[in-house]
């Protein structure tokens, strides 16, 4: 069975860190594409950020450019989202996604999902 779990969200004052996690199990994680999507209350699911199986390639929205950064440890099978000078507009739901084939920007291309973690920027 597989299990994306996210952890790390929280509240944070607009200008603050935080740092998001997603640990895997019942997938050979090494072999999948990660991503970062985001729903704010009342909008769709957005794509943050994306990472290759191998941390190689990277691709972000262009709004967190600069500010969030993806990295992942494939001996842990984690993925992380480092989250540096939070604005209010990022309050979110925030959730990781697992694909088999490359990162790629649309929901459908993700075969597996975490429940998600509340981030909210106060400000």
């Known amino acids: 069975q597989v299990q994306l779990v996210e952890s790390g969200g929280g509240l944070v004052q607009a200008g603050g860190s935080l740092r998001l996690s997603c640990a895997a199990s019942?997938?050979?994680?090494?072999?999948?594409?990660m991503a970062w999507f985001r729903q704010a209350p009342g909008k769709e699911r957005e794509f943050v950020v994306g990472?290759?199986?191998?941390?190689?390639?990277?691709s972000y929205q262009d709004s967190v450019k600069g500010r969030f950064t993806i990295s992942r440890d494939n001996a842990k099978k984690t993925v992380y989202l480092q989250m540096n000078s939070l604005k209010p507009e990022d309050t979110a739901v925030y959730y990781c996604?697992?694909?088999?084939?490359?990162?790629?920007?649309?929901?459908?291309?993700?075969?597996?999902w975490g429940q998600g973690t509340q981030v909210t920027v106060s400000s």
């Open positions: 996604a697992a694909a088999l084939s490359g990162a790629a920007t649309r929901e459908t291309h993700y075969a597996y």
């Open positions: 019942g997938l050979p994680f090494s072999l999948y594409s």
């Open positions: 990472i290759s199986y191998n941390g190689g390639r990277t």
